[in-house]
T-cell receptor, first 116, second 111 residues
């Protein structure tokens, strides 16, 4: 597609359930990023992929969070045993460069997660 | 101290006025600086980048960088109601080697 595609756009789940969020980056973009944005907060970095490897996963808040990327394309962010504090908009972004140096990240529309 | 700080606003300006958005950062060795615009319910989009001290102009937008003061700003001339959005400052480089975003400033341009 023309832009970064994320699904689902909205997800409501019960505390303790697992969720998977999907990101399909712009074709040919080698770098992929996950951020989350809570109400009134900035974008919180979660993890960065270069190809299929994750050189920087320092932002994952706990071991309940994991992410993978396959084929240098689609990425999945998995949150196990969701907690209410996980409620946020999860944003995926991609860039054609191998790092942040250009600062030009192309964001998807986000997946809004609500944990009841 | 937050790595990238912005006043959350809202900053309210009348149509046609100059809107001035400010950002400070804590890591002195940061290299690159960016302004993203985020409309309500939408994803951020890059509008300006600046890498060296001074001013950089692009249409109605001017980014200003002062590395000695660890300060970056965005001026929007002839503000329009369509400029109403949250403006996110982002800083790259330094010890973290990642793009760090501020919490954003909400700009409201009154017709």
């Amino acid at each position: 597609g023309a832009g970064v595609s994320q699904s689902p756009s909205n997800k409501v789940t019960e505390k303790g359930k697992d969720v998977e969020l999907r990101c399909d980056p712009i074709s040919g973009h080698t770098a992929l990023y996950w951020y989350r944005q809570s109400l009134g907060q900035g974008l919180e970095f979660l993890i960065y992929f270069q190809g299929n490897s994750a050189p920087d996963k320092s932002g994952l808040p706990s071991d309940r969070f994991s992410a993978e990327r396959t084929g240098g394309s689609v990425s999945t962010l998995t949150i196990q045993r969701t907690q209410q504090e996980d409620s946020a908009v999860y944003l995926c972004a991609s860039s054609p460069q191998g790092g942040y140096s250009t600062g030009e990240l192309f964001f998807g529309e986000g997946s809004r997660l609500t944990v009841l | 101290q937050k790595e990238v700080e912005q006043n959350s606003g809202p900053l309210s300006v009348p149509e046609g006025a100059i809107a001035s958005l400010n950002c400070t950062y804590s890591d002195r060795v940061s290299q690159s600086f960016f302004w993203y615009r985020q409309y309500s319910g939408k994803s951020p989009e890059l509008i300006m980048s600046i890498y060296s001290n001074g001013d950089k102009e692009d249409g109605r937008f001017t980014a200003q960088l002062n590395k000695a003061s660890q300060y970056v700003s965005l001026l929007i001339r002839d503000s329009q109601p369509s400029d109403s959005a949250t403006y996110l400052c982002a800083v790259y480089g330094g010890a973290t080697n990642k793009l760090i975003f501020g919490t954003g400033t909400l700009l409201a341009v009154q017709p």
